[in-house]
Each structure stands twice: as structure tokens, then as C-alpha cells.
């Protein structure tokens, strides 16, 4: 009892004298700005001590900064951050129960001093996590020049998908952005701070893009890009090396307007592309009907331009204003084609996209910002068939006849407004915020207007090489499998013979399956949601870092009103700083003297008063420096709105705008090749196909967790290891409420089955908040800021299982939905990224980029509808019999198409594909030009450093040169592999288990290259 009493006062004594000490300690905060007052987020700042050792933190999302528990001394503060001169200010006077306040004022770097600064040691923020992607300066020349490449490139970068659709995609702070140019781009953000509640959609995952602020010295530049098909190697989906160029010119250019108080800054560019499309597809010979395979390349000319404007305006000292427009117009013909698509689906396309985005941003005072957003944008695209031939769609065979988009066009608006208040107040940095968001959509769509007929596989009798029966050993027509291009040439055959349909479809002929679409075109939509979140960085010591958030979320269109999202995360240091522990003297009061390190044109004096009296001695150690372990985590909940899109279909598809048929009645199909209208339709007594929304529609939820441990390795290396979790309910399914109940149907008899609404009803498209996902990943990360270069990468072991799109795979009840959880098709099990640079001798950089990943899974079916749900889903059994008829053996087993009742079916993505590799390099050699400019001062870089160990000098930085001349070169698929399409997985096709063209993953990673299978791409770059 005495020895617990006594530890009961040696714990208080203990607590009282850290609460006295941390009492006595004082604090340093203050806010990171440009030259014109605009806020810099992401910036590191370094605080270093009498000692020599060092501290860092990362400045939040409204550019503030605060050390805490400093012990009263003096302390110098040294601010980085990319594009801009480092910044430092020594002599920094801290006073016990005092905070010393000191802003950092950066000025703009010129674009040949800019370098990949990358010092982010770990630490217990919560926007500092080490397993997110941080890429700026040298790291973005690693990504593709190409447009479209570098939006593949991000999209990748983010990791493998744990659900379908993406990443998204935030520009300036804005969702539904388009990616920008490389050269437009200053900051790359992804997967960082997963929990945040301002955070619509998780953290990892999503890509966030800062793009090019002005300047107050002019600079600017231009590019011109070149690649043909000289240089790449070939295609090996196609015969012979097709015609292939693509011209890219750029522009950029930033400078003052009034000095210190606004500047600008301008891109542009204009792409060129004579690509092509590879047709690799199976079709009849028009006189002998005999199959042949097509394998033909058709150049697709595109022509697209860009431009942004920026425009950085310091209102007054507390108030700031960023505008920025930018636009897009892009033309591009023979689109549609490739693959199984032959050149008669080609359609010409038309996009435009305006985007304006304007930000205001006030200093309330010297704790509080308040930040006013407002995006607007509209998109406009238009569509036109070369051909008004109604379609003809053979299963994975090929696709002829008109594409049927007919005339179409889709004008679509937005709106978006934003506000958010933050502050700091004690150990607490809070946000409290909004959003508005508004988006009309006016739609002409006279999709399949011509009609579509659809053949697919089926059953009938077996022929001889003379197209007669062959009579089984009871003298009956043996029946075997047919495939989609079988049936359609047993059609055409017996057609030329004058046979009668009835005879046809008796020889395993006739059309499976016509849809015909008519009515009013025109549809419109609008939709609006909004959004409230609060937020609190809570740092309940200098090694525990607490962020809880609240997010709510509700949009019309829907009724769903408890859309309630919790967030939790935290980060812990076991060990907060390092190194010895070493009393220091009570410091002298020194005037405050602060300067930028390098050529700035702007500089910044703070003035401490001197404290009167000598500050006590501190009790508890202060931060020796930053922590070499943080374990980081965070649980919370997400969710994704309903799209627009689903209400526009279902206000087009009520079958009174538009009247949409599907049909599968011999009467109709006997008509082949003859289109019936839409009347005749209605005279045959043909139901309608609608789209109809539940009741009980809600936005899909998502449950996530995620563990991460972090580990400064060196001090140039830090690794991160991770966790995540991930369950979501109520994702949005397709499901046709009116198919034939279970058993009931009989294939090959379109009348036969019980439907739930009624034969007349047709099919009832009914979309759903029935699907579930789970998915399980283990992530590591490294990153390594090296002498003359960078080295980043990750890897990904991720499993994740869904429920199917809608339609069951059971051949017999198109209900039955117990065996559709399954792997997804859109996640790979393994997946690696890096990339890097390497400053070389005599001004050569080289920029390495590498994707790999396993084979993403594939469903395989019958390709055949045998439960009446109009859809092609149905997969086969395990054979227990190899010597049924039909039963085919593959690598994966034997497949039975034609199973029993109670015959185990194969699980859902059954297959897996082939895996992806692509690694990419880039060279470029630098000539300096132009009056040499000799630096004020050199660099320094933040580092720890023995205060009584003798100090080496820095060595002088080379000689600037106004003027830069680059030569580069930027190579995909360095090794030329070949990486394979997902394989077709229907049964009744020609190409079934084979991949008919290249991996279309990532435009950057050929195989799906329309270029070749290794492009070069060759660039000339001048910069002032």
C-alpha cells in the first residue's frame, strides 16, 4: 500500500512538473505565402534550435505553420517549397508563455534553378502521410509528355481500383476537373490524408493537381513534340508497321502586371495526331461465306488544342484572388473502330470544355483564414454515324452495319461553390466548411434509331462439309454448339438456299436478338447536391496527432437523408526526435534579422521583444528533432453520389419519350435482314424495355480503415507500410425486375416463362442499391531524395470480391444471385509503380517511369441466354462428364455450356488475364545560353548538425544562364514487350481464351498502343 502511494505522488509530481514546464516553453507560428499574398500549401518548414538539431513541419491547407512546447532560446526558420526561392530567418527570439510570430514571404524561382525538393521527413501530421505520392519539378518529367498518356499515367499512379471508375480527380481544389498539360502542372498530389473530412471520396486513391502560379519576373517557353512511326517498333496485333505521326506544339508564358500585387500566367498547346486503330476480327467472305480473319489498320485523325490562364491578384494585404480559365476543343474522325469493330461503325466527334475557377482568400487575422471558391464550367460534345445502316452485331466476332449514334450531341453545365473557415486555436487546428454544386444536362440521343440485330450462340444440328445433317445413332439430328459466327452463317446459307426461316432457325440459324429505339431524342436533366464537413487537427502531444471529422452529404433526385460520414485518424511517434540529450544555456535576446537564402525580391522583417527576465529551466526535453517512427491510421465512412446519368435514363427510357424494344420473337427475327419501324413493333404487340429507379435508391457507402507504419530509414530514405480495408454496401446494379422466374423458361421459346409483372410489362430495368464490395490491400512505399536525384516506388497485394453489374449467371434462374460475389474484374492482385530521376553529368537528366501488374480476372460465359433476362451472362458448369456433347476442355478446366440442375457452376471471373509491364525512360541533355548570372548567395538545404563539430563550407553553385535549350527523348515500353487484351471469355466465340489485341490499361504502356509497341517520342524545349 505505502509503495503504491508513493508511486501515486511520484506520478503526480512527475505530471505536475511536465504541465509547469510545458507552461514555461513558448511557441513559434505564422502562414507561408507567395510574393503577391497568395497562400502556399505543402511547404516544409524547418525550425533548427541553438543545438544544431532540427524539426519539421508541413504548412496545412490555408499555408499556416506552428511549433509548439519550444523552450525559451533562439531559433532560426527555414521555409521550402518547389518553384520557390528557400527561404530562411535566423535570429528568432522565443519567450516562455509567449508565441512568437513569424510569416514567410517566398518569391518565385527561376524555371532552370527549379529542382524536385522533396524533404518531407516524417512526422505526426495528418496531411503528411509517407505512403502518399508526392510528385513536382524534375519527378513530373519521369510521367508521359502525351495528354492522354499522363491522364493514364495518374490514373495509375493512384493504384489499383477498389471500385470501378477510377480515381478521382481534383484540380486547384476542384472535383470533376480535367487534367491539364504536364507543363501547366506544379504539384501532384495522391493518396494524401485519406480521412480528411473535406475529402468527398477517400484520400487514396484520388489524384490532387495544383497547377503553375504567376510570377513576378517574366519567364516562359515552348516545346515542340514529334513521333512517327519510323521510330517505333510494330504493333504485333497488326501485318505491317501502319501509318502513324503526332505533332504537339506548347507555349507558356508568366510574368507581372503591377509589381507585387498581380501577376500571370498563360499556356497553350496544340496537338496533332494521325493515329490509327488495329481491326483484328472474324468475318464471312461475301461470295463463299467461308470465315476469314480481318486484320486491318486505319489511321484516326484527331486534332486538339488547350489553354489556360492564370491570373494571381493581392487585393490587399489580407486579401487575395486567383482566377484561372482554361479550354479545350478537340475533332477526331473514325473513332469507334478497332477490335472487333469493323471501319463501318467509324463516327466523327466534336468536344469543347470551358472551365472557370475563381478563389478568394482572406486573413480574418493571424488564426483564421477564410477560403471562397466558385467553379463553372461547361462541356459539350457531338457525335455522327459515317454510316446509317442499321447494326450488326455478331458476338465477339465482329461488328458491322452502322454504329448507330446517328446525330447526337450532349451539352453538359456545372457549378460548384465552396467556402471554408479554419483555425487555430491552442492544440487545435479546425476547418469548417461547405459545398454547392449544380449540373444540368441537355442530351440529344437518337441512339439505335436504325436498329440492331444481334447473333449469338446456340444449339442445333450438327453439318457435314456439304451443310447437310449428319443423323445421330437414333437416327435423329445430332446436336452440338453453335457459335455466334456459326449461326450467322448458317442464316445467310440457308437464305441463299430460299429456305424458310422456320427451316432456318431448325438448322441452328436465325438472328437471336433485335432492339430498335424511337421517339423523342431529346431528354434533359438537372441535379444538384450539397455538402458540410468539419474537421480538427487535434495535437494532443508533440508526438500524437488526433484528426476526427464529420461530413454530411444529401442531393435531390434521390430521398436519402441520412447521409452522415464520420472520420477518425490519427498519428503516433513512439520516439519524438532523436539524438543526445544536451542542456542548452539560457539564451540572449538578439535582434531578429530575416532574408530570403537566394536572388528573392521580396524580404520579410520579424521583431521579437526582448524578454526581461531569464526563463526558467524547462523540465521536459523538447523536440531533439523530427520522429524516425510514426504509426499513422484512420477509420471512416464515404459516399458516392447517385450520377445524373441514372436519372436521365430513366426519364428518357419511360417508355413515352422514347420507346425502346428488345426483342426476341421468331416472328420479328425471321425478318432478317429487314429492319422493322418501331410502329410495326407495336403492331406485332412487342413490349417495351424501361428504365425505372427503386424507391429505395441510395448512394453507395463505403466503410474504410487503414493502418500505416512509417520509417525515416535514413535520412534521405523513409518507407511506409499499410493496410486498408474496405467495405461498401449499396452500389447501383441494372436489374431486370420482369425477367422469367426460376425454371420457368425454356430456351428457344421467347413466350415461354412467368414474369413478375406480367408478359406485357417487357423488361423492366430497375436500377438498384444492391451490390457490395470488399476488398483487402497490403501497400508499401519508398521514396529516396538522393545527392542528384530521386528514387519513388510502391507496391500493392490487394484482394477485393463484388456482387455482379445485374445479371445473374446462373443458366437457370435469372435470380439467383448467390454465386455472383466473386473476385472483381477491375482489380489486379499484385501491382508496381516506380520512377525516378538521376542528374547526370554535362546537363543530362534521366527520367525512369514503371508500371507492372498481374492479370486482371475475366468472366467467362456460355454466350448464351438460357434464363430469359435478355442478357448473355449465363456461364457454364465443371464437366463431370468429359464425353458430353459440347463439353470443351481448356487450360482451366473443363467447361460443361449446357449444365444440369444442380451441376456446380464456375464462380463468377473465373479467369484471369495476362500481366502488364511497362517501364519508360527519358533522356534529355540542357544547354545553358544566354549572359552568365552569377548567384547573390548559394542554397542551403535544411540539415542536423553538431553545433561544436567544425562547419564546412557549401560549395558554390554553377553559373545560371538566362536561357535554356532542352533535347530530349521519351521512350515507352523500353524492353518492347508485348502485353496482351484481357482474353475473350464467351464460349461461342472464335476467340475464346485469346487475346485479339493489346493491353489497353494504360495509353502509355503499349501492346494497345496504336503507335507501335515501343514509341519515341522526340522533343525540342526552350525556356527563358
Known sequence: MLKTTLRCCFLTLGIAASILAQQNNGSIKGTVTDQLGSLITNARVVLKDERGSTTSVMSSSIGAFEFRNLRPGLYELRVVAPGFVPYEEKGITVHAQRATVSDAQLSVEVEEQQVTIDDRTISTDADNNANAVVL????????????????????????????????????????????????????????????AAENEFPGFGGIEIFTQPGSEKWHGGASFDFNDESLNSRNPFTTRRAPFQQRSFSGNLSGPIVAKRASFSTYYQRFVSDSNSIVNATGLNPVTLIPF????????????????????????????????????????DLQGVGGFSLPSRAYAGKRSDFTLQVTETAMINEKTINETRLQLSRNWFRQTSASSEPALSVLDSFFGGGSQVGSSSNLRKRMEIQNFTSWSTGNHFMKIG????????????????????????????????NDLVVPGPNGQPQLVEVGSLEKYRRTLLFQRQGLSPSAIRALGGGATQFSIAGGTPEAEVTQGDVAFYFQDEWRLRPNFTLSPGLRYENQNNISSPMNFAPRLGFAWSPVFGGGKRVEAKPAEPKPVEAKPVAAATTTTTTTATAATTPAPAPAVKPPAGPPKTVFRGGIGLFYN?????????????DGVTQQQFLVTDPAVLNLFPVVPPVEALAAFAQ????????????????FRAMFTVERQLTKAVKLSLSYSHNRTVDIQRSVNINAPLGVTFIPGIPTSGTRPLGPTAGNVMQYQSSGRLTGNSLNININANLKKGNIWGGYSLSKSRNTDSGTSGSPFDAYDFSQEYARTNF??????????????????????????????????????????????????????????????????GAFDPNPSPGQQIIPRNFGRGPGFMSANLGVEKIFKLGKAIEPKMPPSSPKTTDANAPQTPQPKPPVQRPYTLGISMYASNIFNRTNKDVPVGNMASPYFLKSPGGSNNFVFGPGGGSGGNRLIQLRLRFNF
Open 136 to 195: 513536382r519539378g524534375r519527378d513530373l518529367d519521369a510521367l508521359p509528355n502525351d495528354p492522354n498518356a499522363l491522364a493514364a499515367a495518374l490514373q495509375a499512379l493512384a493504384g489499383p481500383p477498389d471500385q470501378e471508375g477510377g480515381a478521382q480527380i481534383k484540380v486547384d481544389g476542384f472535383s470533376n476537373g480535367q487534367i491539364p498539360p504536364k507543363e501547366a502542372i506544379r504539384e501532384v498530389r495522391i493518396n494524401n490524408n485519406p480521412f
Open 293 to 332: 480473319t480481318l486484320n486491318q489498320s486505319l489511321i484516326t485523325p484527331s486534332v486538339s488544342t488547350y489553354g489556360n490562364a492564370r491570373l494571381d491578384f493581392k487585393i490587399n494585404k489580407k486579401h487575395t484572388l486567383v482566377g484561372r480559365f482554361s479550354y479545350s476543343m478537340s475533332n477526331q
Open 434 to 465: 461547405g459545398r454547392l454544386r449544380w449540373v444540368g444536362n441537355d442530351s440529344v440521343s437518337p441512339g439505335n434509331f436504325g436498329g440492331s440485330y444481334t447473333f449469338a450462340g446456340g444449339v442445333g444440328p450438327l453439318l457435314d462439309a
Open 641 to 653: 453520389r447517385i450520377s445524373e446519368d441514372i436519372t436521365l435514363n430513366a426519364l428518357r427510357f
Open 687 to 702: 413490349p417495351q424495355t424501361r428504365r425505372v429507379i427503386s424507391d429505395d435508391l441510395n448512394p453507395q457507402r463505403s
Open 827 to 892: 482489380g489486379q492482385l499484385n501491382f508496381f509503380y516506380g520512377g525516378g530521376y538521376y542528374q547526370a553529368p554535362f546537363g543530362i537528366s534521366l527520367n525512369l517511369f514503371t508500371i507492372a501488374t498481374s492479370g486482371a480476372p475475366f468472366n467467362i460465359t456460355t454466350g448464351r441466354d438460357t434464363n430469359g433476362d435478355t442478357s448473355f451472362s449465363e456461364r457454364p458448369a465443371f464437366a463431370t462428364d468429359l464425353t458430353k456433347p459440347g463439353v470443351v476442355v481448356t487450360p482451366l
